[in-house]
């Protein structure tokens, strides 16, 4: 009674344990149904803590991770999961805890961690129902991370080794994603155009545009497009389209077809998002074209108060109030987008707006404190360096804060975006400029031209250094102490002798006023020099604001009523300097008449003032309008250097340096090029400091580079680059410069200067040029995409036909077979009447014809369009015979042999294909008639070779089998050039294989590798050739080529076979380690026969190595995971019977030969299991 009264109170603590467990998760539970999870998790957890020992632990942890998993506490659901997996690894619901780890990881985006998760997760479970999705999984987020290689290597897996499944689209979708990131564009290419059918083919079809635009190719891009628009008018494909094509035009800078584009994308009906873009893009691309965007804006404000994109329309609305100069209402549209999106990047980007208004308005401070606060808010680097920029300009133009300006614009120069560099280069001058100092401003816009030639403010640039040389004060003046003068003296001495200082001082306007009293004093001693240079004042003024701004002269009439008064005046001592400027005035104009009147002009100026000082000066003129008139007549040219010649012998040096530098114009001109040369020399070495010295130089430059002396020519050009002061002389220097490299074959060189020219508007010329120099150096696409583009811009220039044929020859050498079809038919199309155009449609042909398209082939050059040529009418007919159609081939062969007698060569290839449709039709007899004829009568040619080839099939089939192996061997030995020898290797190999000849087969491989093998054959015949070696017993060749193939086509499924097929060589060798190593980290990738070989193979090494334990367990896995043929079976019972034999565990052993005895009656492995009982009772009986 004792004993039950001690008991009694046990079973009911016991019992109620039991009840609290299960209420307590069952409470746990229904939080975790009604959505609790954050309340749920905490009861599990709690759980976990107070039952350690309960049947429900396992589920509790599962339920943990799952309540923070919905919970939407991701770091915490992926411990979680991974303490289940790890605690219960054999639970049922391993497989969805790894998914879900997996899955929370990818939302977290931690993506490499989720590939590593989902690839675990795949290559635990593969035969699993989502085993396919989990591997699309770890494809995806290794793209994600970056992991191209990872990426690539999932999705193939799932192409390779599940073919039926319905993700094999989706797959292949995303490869084509991963190829294209990779710039792989062929490949992806191929890739989306293969799907097809499912719900990926819209999106297939977007890529396939995309593509087309990156490979320039816009005529298939607009195709694929409008088929998009066509088959799949609603989805997010066809009206992402649009944008993408209008991108890329802004993108181009095409913005005329941007706008025309993004309005059919208005009219096209598109989802609210993408009508959206559309309406963004099209205010973007008038703003650019100088159009009215601000009612563009106003209206999406509008019409979508709630758009994800407001922020865009809203800054795209502030800068279009600011292009109307509407600057109150740019401001408060700047200031609202920053108070309803304070922390988008575009309200960053508007304080430097917000500056930039305040700069217009003259309020530096306002716009320096704005300015400030953009770089306070640390944006990207090359967003400050803008800001800092625009902070430069107004420190310089509106606060004359010098110091401060040049310390930003130093250092602004050596930004890496050219466009910064260059303007903080550009303002670097001006401020210099603003300071006086002159010389370094002229150094700094030098420096401008020879870096940013290109800019839009190059001529600027060039305009301000000749202002600064040329017309700028030399001097600073007291302007107050001049003007003072002026009022107070009566004196018109006093007064002139002021205007001709100013005049001096190249203060021309304020010269104007003192130097009219002085030329209009009738009784002032000085007169006529005072008129004088008061005209020379007014052109003065002419020439500085034609420097400044490029403006039209304004006071040339006067100026030359001045002159004309003192040339009628005679007695003037400034009548001969008036008469020659006045001639300059009369016949200002560059072409020959006026050249013409200027030459009688001068001629009648030496009659007129026979002893004037000015003689020199109207030879030097009237050689220069010989010059002129030197394009219609090489007898002028000869008249410029004589007049040349006389003025060079002037004792002014000034004059001098001019005429020097005319007779080596004259001479170059007149293709005197050795005595041009040295003239040209000369003068750069006599006056090195010459403003003629640029022209000069270039000069040289020509004569040099026409001379053929390139490298010289090449020095000459490249020195005109360093600090030039022409924008047009250094443009046209860098061209030629360009052409020295590319006729020295320096393509890289010649490639990086026609590229520095590009972004100064495409020249054919340069294109032409870049084109290919990028063909020389191997850089097809590039040079695919800038021939293009000058398809595009120049479709009517000289020469125009023959790049787009190098064009499509680039793009038939690259594989890109069908846009090379597309452009030999539009060369063909387009130039109709250019000699190219029989090639073109012949290439056609021939591309058709290499594709196994005959028809195709056929309707090339068949049709109206192509002409008739010996190319087309042989294409023609091997297309015929190649489609079997050998009647009609055989009128059309008579018509060619009366068209082209020669064309021997052709008729012999025309009797070989007559032959091969022979073999077609089952007629050896015949088809070996006609090709002995082929190889006795043309002898020697292409055609005879093919046709030996194609004998030894025709004697295979007529049944003379040594007569066919002599002509095999034959054919291999001494035809190795012909295409079809790596195919005769083949066909020998094989022969040599079936004969147990492992030595000549393995040479046959190797020559057939080295010979001109198709892409997708070399795999094949790479295995074949390991295996000879492996059947020869050359373990390590075998291996050694085994590797190659891995190395070469790592994603090809015999890849995967020979990464088995090392380990079982090891085996073979005896190196049972090195077999265990290489097969093991394989077979989870491996299924039926293919697993059961190579567990075999890893048992077997075990087994050899006297590792008998470890045997036993490998041959259990194969026998609880059978996989493949029941015979593995079989194997494994008698390997665990041979272990337990050497292990001395004779009963053990006794019963895995029962098993075999039992389960495979009637076959060998019942022989092999009695003999073995056979043997062990022999031992018995020993003992």
Request: charged share 25%.
């Given at each position: 009674?004792?004993?039950?009264?001690?008991i009694?109170?046990?079973?009911?603590?016991?019992?109620?344990?039991l009840q609290?467990?299960?209420?307590?998760?069952?409470?746990?539970?229904?939080?975790?149904?009604?959505?609790?999870?954050?309340?749920?998790a905490?009861?599990?957890?709690?759980?976990?803590?107070?039952?350690?020992?309960?049947?429900r632990?396992?589920?509790?942890?599962?339920?943990l991770?799952d309540a923070?998993?919905?919970?939407?506490?991701?770091s915490e659901?992926v411990?979680?999961?991974?303490?289940?997996?790890d605690r219960?690894?054999d639970?049922?619901?391993v497989?969805?805890?790894?998914?879900?780890r997996?899955?929370?990881?990818?939302?977290?985006?931690?993506h490499?961690?989720?590939a590593?998760?989902?690839?675990?997760l795949?290559?635990?479970?593969?035969?699993?129902?989502?085993?396919?999705?989990?591997?699309l999984?770890?494809?995806?987020?290794s793209r994600q991370?970056?992991?191209?290689l990872?990426?690539?290597?999932?999705?193939?897996?799932?192409?390779?080794?599940?073919p039926s499944s319905?993700?094999?689209?989706?797959?292949?979708?995303?490869?084509?994603?991963?190829?294209?990131?990779?710039s792989?564009d062929?490949?992806?290419l191929?890739l989306?155009?293969?799907?097809?059918e499912?719900?990926?083919?819209?999106?297939?079809l977007?890529?396939?545009?995309r593509?087309?635009?990156?490979?320039?190719?816009?005529?298939?891009t607009?195709?694929?497009f409008s088929?998009l628009?066509?088959?799949?008018?609603?989805?997010r494909?066809?009206?992402?389209?649009y944008?993408v094509?209008?991108q890329?035009y802004e993108r181009?800078?095409e913005?005329k077809?941007?706008?025309q584009t993004?309005?059919?994308?208005k009219?096209?009906?598109?989802?609210t998002?993408?009508?959206?873009?559309?309406?963004?893009?099209?205010?973007?691309?008038?703003?650019?074209?100088?159009?009215?965007?601000?009612?563009?804006?106003?209206q999406?404000?509008k019409?979508?108060?709630?758009?994800?994109f407001?922020?865009d329309?809203?800054?795209?609305?502030?800068?279009?109030?600011?292009?109307?100069?509407?600057?109150?209402?740019?401001i408060?549209?700047?200031?609202?987008?920053q108070?309803?999106?304070?922390k988008?990047?575009?309200?960053?980007?508007?304080?430097?707006?917000?500056g930039?208004v305040?700069a217009a308005?003259?309020?530096?401070?306002l716009?320096l404190?704005?300015?400030?606060?953009?770089?306070?808010?640390?944006p990207p680097?090359?967003?400050a360096?803008?800001?800092r920029?625009?902070m430069g300009?107004v420190y310089?133009?509106?606060?004359?804060?010098?110091?401060?300006a040049?310390?930003?614009l130093?250092?602004?120069t050596?930004s890496?975006?050219?466009?910064?560099?260059g303007s903080?280069?550009?303002q670097?001058?001006?401020?210099?400029e603003?300071l006086?100092q002159?010389?370094?401003?002229v150094?700094?816009?030098?420096?401008y031209l020879e870096r940013?030639?290109g800019?839009p403010?190059?001529?600027?640039a060039?305009?301000?250094?000749?202002?600064?040389?040329?017309?700028?004060?030399?001097?600073?003046?007291?302007?107050?102490?001049?003007?003072?003068?002026g009022?107070?003296?009566?004196d018109?001495?006093?007064?002139?002798?002021?205007?001709?200082?100013?005049?001096d001082r190249?203060?021309?306007?304020e010269?104007?006023?003192?130097?009219?009293i002085?030329a209009?004093?009738?009784?002032?001693?000085?007169r006529?020099?005072?008129?004088?240079?008061q005209?020379e004042a007014l052109?003065?003024?002419?020439r500085?604001?034609?420097?400044?701004?490029?403006?039209?002269?304004?006071n040339?009439?006067?100026?030359?009523?001045?002159y004309q008064?003192?040339?009628?005046?005679?007695?003037?001592n400034?009548?001969?300097?008036?008469?020659?400027?006045a001639?300059?005035?009369?016949h200002?104009?560059?072409?020959?008449?006026s050249?013409?009147?200027?030459?009688?002009a001068?001629?009648?100026?030496?009659?007129?003032?026979?002893?004037?000082?000015?003689?020199?000066?109207?030879?030097?003129?009237?050689?220069?309008?010989?010059l002129?008139?030197g394009?219609?007549?090489?007898q002028?040219?000869d008249r410029?250097?004589?007049s040349?010649?006389?003025?060079?012998?002037?004792?002014?040096t000034?004059?001098?340096?001019?005429a020097?530098?005319?007779?080596?114009?004259c001479?170059?001109?007149?293709?005197?090029y050795?005595?041009?040369?040295?003239?040209?020399?000369?003068?750069?070495f006599q006056?090195?400091?010459?403003?003629?010295?640029?022209?000069?130089?270039?000069?040289?430059?020509?004569?040099?580079?026409?001379?053929?002396y390139l490298?010289?020519a090449?020095?000459?050009?490249a020195?005109?680059?360093?600090?030039?002061?022409?924008?047009?002389?250094?443009?046209?220097s860098?061209?030629?410069?360009?052409?020295?490299?590319?006729?020295?074959?320096d393509?890289?060189?010649?490639a990086r200067?026609?590229?520095?020219l590009?972004n100064?508007g495409?020249?054919?010329?340069?294109?032409?040029?870049?084109?290919?120099?990028?063909a020389?150096?191997?850089?097809?696409?590039?040079?695919?995409s800038v021939?293009?583009l000058?398809?595009?811009?120049?479709?009517s220039?000289?020469?125009?036909?023959?790049l787009?044929?190098?064009?499509?020859?680039?793009?038939?050498?690259?594989g890109?077979?069908g846009?090379?079809?597309d452009?030999f038919?539009r060369?063909?199309?387009?130039?109709?009447?250019?000699?190219?155009?029989?090639?073109?449609l012949s290439s056609?042909g021939?591309?058709?014809?290499e594709?196994g398209?005959?028809?195709a082939?056929?309707t090339a050059?068949s049709?109206?369009?192509?002409?008739?040529?010996?190319?087309i009418?042989?294409?023609?007919i091997?297309?015929?015979l190649?489609l079997?159609?050998?009647?009609?081939?055989?009128?059309?062969?008579?018509s060619?042999r009366?068209?082209?007698?020669?064309a021997?060569?052709?008729?012999?290839?025309?009797?070989v294909?007559?032959?091969?449709?022979?073999?077609r039709?089952?007629n050896?007899?015949g088809a070996?008639?006609k090709?002995?004829?082929?190889?006795?009568n043309?002898s020697?040619?292409?055609?005879?070779?093919?046709a030996?080839?194609f004998?030894?099939?025709?004697?295979?089939?007529?049944?003379?089998?040594?007569e066919?192996?002599?002509?095999l061997?034959?054919?291999?030995?001494n035809?190795?050039?012909n295409?079809?020898?790596?195919?005769?290797?083949l066909d020998?190999?094989?022969?040599?294989v079936k004969?147990d000849?492992?030595v000549?087969?393995?040479k046959?491989?190797?020559?057939a590798?080295s010979?001109n093998?198709?892409?997708?054959e070399r795999?094949?015949?790479?295995?074949?050739?390991?295996?000879a070696h492996?059947?020869?017993r050359?373990?390590?060749?075998?291996?050694?080529?085994?590797?190659?193939?891995i190395?070469?086509?790592?994603h090809?499924?015999?890849?995967?076979?020979?990464r088995?097929?090392?380990?079982e060589?090891?085996?073979?060798?005896?190196?049972?380690?090195?077999?265990?190593?290489?097969?093991?980290?394989?077979l989870?990738?491996?299924?039926?026969?293919?697993?059961?070989?190579?567990?075999?193979?890893?048992?077997?090494?075990h087994h050899?190595?006297?590792e008998?334990?470890n045997a036993?367990?490998?041959?259990?896995?194969?026998i609880?995971n059978?996989q493949?043929s029941?015979?593995?079976l079989?194997n494994?019972f008698?390997?665990?019977?041979q272990?337990?034999?050497?292990?001395?565990?004779?009963?053990?052993?006794?019963?895995?030969?029962?098993k075999?005895?039992a389960?495979?009656?009637?076959?060998?492995?019942?022989?092999?299991a009695e003999?073995?009982r056979?043997?062990m009772d022999?031992?018995l009986r020993?003992q």
């Amino acid at each position: 009674m004792a004993v039950l009264l001690t008991i009694a109170p046990v079973s009911t603590v016991i019992g109620q344990s039991l009840q609290d467990e299960r209420e307590a998760f069952d409470y746990a539970r229904v939080l975790f149904s009604d959505g609790l999870y954050d309340t749920a998790a905490e009861e599990y957890r709690r759980f976990i803590l107070n039952y350690p020992t309960s049947e429900r632990l396992a589920q509790a942890r599962l339920k943990l991770a799952d309540a923070y998993f919905h919970g939407g506490k991701l770091s915490e659901a992926v411990t979680a999961y991974q303490i289940f997996v790890d605690r219960h690894p054999d639970n049922i619901e391993v497989a969805a805890a790894l998914r879900n780890r997996a899955t929370a990881l990818e939302q977290q985006n931690e993506h490499e961690r989720a590939a590593s998760a989902f690839t675990e997760l795949y290559e635990r479970f593969r035969t699993g129902e989502y085993a396919v999705q989990d591997l699309l999984s770890a494809g995806t987020n290794s793209r994600q991370a970056k992991d191209y290689l990872g990426a690539e290597q999932s999705f193939r897996t799932i192409l390779t080794n599940h073919p039926s499944s319905p993700l094999i689209r989706e797959a292949t979708y995303n490869l084509g994603l991963v190829l294209t990131d990779q710039s792989r564009d062929s490949e992806a290419l191929a890739l989306f155009e293969s799907v097809k059918e499912s719900e990926r083919e819209p999106d297939a079809l977007l890529e396939i545009g995309r593509i087309s635009l990156a490979q320039d190719h816009l005529p298939k891009t607009e195709q694929t497009f409008s088929s998009l628009r066509k088959q799949f008018p609603g989805t997010r494909s066809a009206q992402e389209s649009y944008l993408v094509l209008g991108q890329w035009y802004e993108r181009q800078a095409e913005w005329k077809k941007a706008i025309q584009t993004y309005d059919r994308a208005k009219g096209a009906r598109l989802d609210t998002r993408y009508q959206q873009l559309a309406i963004l893009g099209l205010a973007r691309a008038y703003r650019k074209t100088g159009k009215d965007a601000l009612q563009l804006y106003t209206q999406f404000l509008k019409v979508y108060p709630k758009s994800d994109f407001l922020p865009d329309a809203r800054i795209g609305l502030g800068r279009s109030f600011v292009d109307q100069e509407k600057y109150r209402q740019a401001i408060d549209a700047f200031k609202r987008l920053q108070e309803e999106f304070p922390k988008h990047p575009f309200s960053v980007t508007a304080h430097r707006d917000i500056g930039d208004v305040y700069a217009a308005l003259g309020s530096p401070r306002l716009a320096l404190a704005a300015y400030q606060r953009h770089l306070d808010q640390d944006p990207p680097t090359d967003e400050a360096s803008v800001t800092r920029l625009s902070m430069g300009r107004v420190y310089r133009t509106q606060l004359a804060w010098t110091d401060k300006a040049l310390d930003i614009l130093r250092d602004l120069t050596n930004s890496p975006d050219p466009e910064i560099a260059g303007s903080a280069q550009f303002q670097l001058g001006q401020t210099y400029e603003l300071l006086g100092q002159t010389h370094l401003a002229v150094r700094e816009y030098r420096n401008y031209l020879e870096r940013h030639a290109g800019d839009p403010d190059a001529h600027k640039a060039e305009r301000r250094i000749r202002y600064l040389l040329d017309f700028a004060p030399s001097a600073p003046l007291d302007h107050d102490l001049i003007e003072l003068i002026g009022i107070t003296s009566g004196d018109v001495a006093t007064r002139y002798r002021l205007g001709r200082l100013l005049f001096d001082r190249r203060h021309y306007d304020e010269a104007l006023p003192h130097l009219e009293i002085a030329a209009g004093d009738s009784a002032f001693a000085d007169r006529d020099e005072a008129a004088y240079l008061q005209a020379e004042a007014l052109l003065a003024l002419d020439r500085q604001s034609n420097a400044l701004a490029g403006s039209s002269p304004a006071n040339q009439s006067r100026a030359l009523s001045i002159y004309q008064s003192l040339v009628d005046k005679g007695s003037s001592n400034r009548s001969d300097d008036a008469a020659l400027r006045a001639i300059e005035l009369k016949h200002a104009g560059t072409d020959t008449a006026s050249a013409g009147s200027r030459v009688s002009a001068y001629d009648q100026f030496v009659k007129t003032y026979p002893t004037s000082d000015r003689l020199v000066d109207s030879q030097l003129h009237k050689g220069d309008a010989l010059l002129v008139l030197g394009r219609t007549s090489s007898q002028h040219i000869d008249r410029a250097l004589k007049s040349y010649r006389a003025a060079a012998k002037s004792s002014n040096t000034a004059l001098v340096e001019k005429a020097q530098y005319g007779v080596g114009r004259c001479l170059a001109i007149k293709k005197q090029y050795a005595q041009a040369e040295n003239a040209l020399r000369d003068f750069l070495f006599q006056y090195p400091d010459s403003k003629l010295g640029e022209e000069a130089r270039f000069q040289l430059g020509l004569i040099l580079l026409e001379r053929g002396y390139l490298q010289s020519a090449a020095i000459e050009f490249a020195d005109l680059l360093r600090s030039p002061t022409s924008v047009d002389l250094e443009k046209s220097s860098r061209a030629l410069l360009a052409e020295c490299y590319f006729r020295l074959k320096d393509y890289a060189s010649a490639a990086r200067t026609d590229e520095s020219l590009l972004n100064r508007g495409a020249d054919p010329a340069v294109l032409r040029r870049l084109g290919e120099s990028y063909a020389q150096l191997g850089e097809d696409e590039k040079a695919i995409s800038v021939l293009g583009l000058f398809a595009r811009r120049f479709p009517s220039a000289a020469g125009a036909d023959t790049l787009s044929f190098r064009r499509a020859e680039l793009l038939a050498q690259l594989g890109r077979t069908g846009q090379a079809i597309d452009v030999f038919d539009r060369v063909a199309a387009n130039y109709p009447k250019s000699p190219l155009k029989p090639q073109a449609l012949s290439s056609v042909g021939r591309l058709h014809f290499e594709q196994g398209n005959y028809t195709a082939a056929l309707t090339a050059v068949s049709g109206p369009a192509s002409q008739k040529s010996e190319g087309i009418d042989e294409l023609r007919i091997l297309a015929l015979l190649r489609l079997d159609r050998a009647k009609q081939a055989r009128k059309e062969i008579n018509s060619f042999r009366k068209a082209y007698p020669a064309a021997i060569d052709a008729v012999a290839r025309f009797e070989v294909e007559e032959a091969r449709v022979q073999l077609r039709y089952r007629n050896p007899k015949g088809a070996r008639k006609k090709l002995e004829g082929v190889v006795k009568n043309h002898s020697g040619t292409a055609a005879a070779v093919d046709a030996e080839f194609f004998l030894i099939e025709a004697l295979e089939r007529v049944g003379k089998p040594d007569e066919h192996f002599a002509a095999l061997n034959a054919f291999v030995k001494n035809r190795k050039e012909n295409v079809n020898w790596a195919r005769a290797n083949l066909d020998l190999a094989e022969i040599k294989v079936k004969d147990d000849d492992y030595v000549g087969a393995s040479k046959a491989y190797l020559n057939a590798l080295s010979g001109n093998l198709e892409e997708t054959e070399r795999p094949v015949v790479m295995k074949m050739l390991y295996e000879a070696h492996r059947n020869l017993r050359l373990y390590d060749s075998a291996i050694t080529y085994a590797r190659n193939l891995i190395e070469a086509y790592p994603h090809h499924p015999l890849a995967q076979g020979a990464r088995i097929n090392i380990g079982e060589i090891y085996s073979e060798k005896g190196d049972h380690r090195k077999a265990i190593e290489e097969i093991r980290p394989h077979l989870t990738k491996l299924q039926n026969d293919e697993w059961s070989s190579a567990q075999f193979v890893i048992a077997k090494s075990h087994h050899d190595l006297g590792e008998y334990e470890n045997a036993l367990r490998e041959y259990l896995k194969m026998i609880y995971n059978p996989q493949g043929s029941v015979n593995w079976l079989a194997n494994a019972f008698m390997g665990r019977a041979q272990c337990f034999r050497a292990l001395g565990r004779a009963r053990e052993a006794y019963a895995e030969l029962d098993k075999i005895s039992a389960r495979f009656s009637g076959t060998a492995f019942v022989l092999q299991a009695e003999q073995m009982r056979a043997e062990m009772d022999k031992e018995l009986r020993r003992q």
